[in-house]
C-alpha cells in the first residue's frame, strides 16, 4: 500500500478542498486505523454494534491534530466508502471534540464533486439537523461502555474554523518533519 502521507498533500486547504483517505466505512465498528510507521491500515479494534460509525471515518494526510495522529475526517456520503482509497472533498465544517483530555478533531467534509446533490452541500446548514445529532450524540457516547465520560463534543465550527484547524494541523506536521 502507498504511504499517504508520501504521495498525498493536504489539498487546496485556502479554496476548502482536501485530500481525505477513507479509514472506515459508514456503519462500520470495526475501527480502522492508518499505521503510520508500518503504511498501512490496521484494525485496531471492534467495537459494539451500536457504536457503528455514523458516518465515513478518515484523516487528511500531512496534518497531525494535538493527540499526535493525522487530522480526522467524517465524511458525509449517500453509501459507505471503501477503506484505504482518497478522494477529494469539500471542506463544510468541523466538529470540535476532546478524547480523553486531548483535542481530537473531526474536519466533516463532502465530495468534491458530488453529482447527486448537485454539490448543493456547502456548509454544516445545508445537512440535515438529525445527522448532525446522530453525529454529536456518536462522539459524546461511543466510549460509554468502556470509559464513560471520556468523550466531550464541544461544538460545531464553519468552514473558516475548520480551514483554521487545518492549517494548524499542517503547521504541526511540518515541524515533526
Request: charged share 30%.
Amino acid at each position: 500500500m502507498a504511504d499517504f502521507n508520501q504521495i498525498l498533500t493536504p489539498g487546496d486547504v485556502e479554496n476548502g478542498i482536501v485530500n481525505v483517505v477513507v479509514e472506515i466505512p459508514q456503519g462500520s465498528s470495526h475501527k480502522i486505523e492508518w499505521n503510520r510507521e508500518l503504511a498501512v491500515m490496521q484494525l485496531d479494534r471492534v467495537e459494539p454494534a451500536i457504536f457503528a460509525k455514523p458516518t465515513n471515518y478518515g484523516f487528511i494526510p500531512q496534518t497531525l491534530d494535538e493527540d499526535g495522529d493525522e487530522l480526522d475526517a467524517l465524511i458525509i456520503t449517500d453509501e459507505p466508502l471503501t477503506t484505504g482509497i482518497f478522494m477529494e472533498a469539500k471542506v463544510i465544517g468541523v466538529l470540535e471534540f476532546v478524547d480523553d483530555n486531548e483535542v481530537d478533531d473531526k474536519v466533516i467534509v463532502v465530495p468534491a464533486d458530488d453529482r447527486n446533490t448537485g454539490n448543493a452541500i456547502n456548509s454544516l446548514e445545508d445537512l440535515p439537523s438529525q445527522l448532525l445529532k446522530q453525529i454529536e450524540h456518536h462522539f459524546n457516547h461511543y466510549k460509554d461502555l468502556k470509559k464513560p465520560g471520556s468523550t466531550v463534543v464541544k461544538g460545531f465550527g464553519d468552514v473558516e474554523r475548520a480551514k483554521q484547524i487545518i492549517r494548524e494541523s499542517i503547521t504541526r506536521w511540518n515541524e515533526q518533519a
